[in-house]
C-alpha cells in the first residue's frame, strides 16, 4: 500500500522558515515523481514544487521560486520542503503527493489544467503564518 505521511508543519512568524518532511513507503521511491501542493480555505488547490529522486529535477511554481526548495532523501524514501521567508498568504495545509508520471506532475505544478487523479496524497499538514 502506498502510504505518504507529512510532517513539518505548525504556527510560524511572518519572514520565519519551516521545513516539511514527506516519508514514503510501498512504493520504489527513485522511479516516482514527487510533488508539494497545498491549499488554503476557499481556495483552489496549488502545485508548489516537484523532483524526481532518480535524477534530481526539480520545478517550482512561481508563486514559492527562490523561498521554497524541494529535495529528497533517497535512502529514507523522503521528500523534503524547506519553506523561508513565509508569509500570512502561505497559510494551508500542506500536502505530498507521489506520481508515476513526472510529465503530468511538472505539468501540474507548471499551472497547466490536466486530469490528476493517477497521483497519491498523503494527509496533509497545517501551517499558519501569523503576521
Known amino acids: 500500500e502506498i502510504q505518504l505521511v507529512e510532517s513539518g508543519g505548525g504556527l510560524v512568524q511572518a519572514g520565519g522558515s519551516l521545513r516539511l518532511s514527506c516519508v514514503a513507503s510501498?512504493?520504489?521511491?527513485?522511479?516516482?515523481?514527487i510533488g508539494w501542493f497545498r491549499q488554503a480555505p476557499g481556495k483552489e488547490r496549488e502545485g508548489l514544487a516537484c523532483?524526481?529522486?532518480?535524477?534530481?529535477?526539480?520545478l517550482y511554481a512561481d508563486s514559492v521560486k527562490g523561498r521554497f526548495t524541494i529535495s529528497s532523501d533517497n535512502v529514507e524514501n523522503t521528500a523534503y520542503l524547506e519553506m523561508s521567508d513565509l508569509k500570512v498568504e502561505d497559510t494551508a495545509v500542506y500536502y505530498c503527493?507521489?506520481?508515476?508520471?513526472?510529465?503530468?506532475?511538472?505539468?501540474?505544478?507548471?499551472?497547466?489544467?490536466?486530469?490528476?487523479?493517477?497521483?497519491?496524497w498523503g494527509r496533509g499538514t497545517q501551517v499558519t503564518v501569523s503576521s
Open positions: 503527493v507521489a506520481a508515476f508520471n513526472p510529465h503530468l506532475l511538472r505539468a501540474v505544478v507548471a499551472g497547466v489544467k490536466v486530469p490528476f487523479d493517477s497521483a497519491h
Open positions: 510501498g512504493f520504489s521511491f527513485e522511479d516516482w515523481a
Open positions: 523532483v524526481e529522486p532518480l535524477n534530481g529535477s526539480t
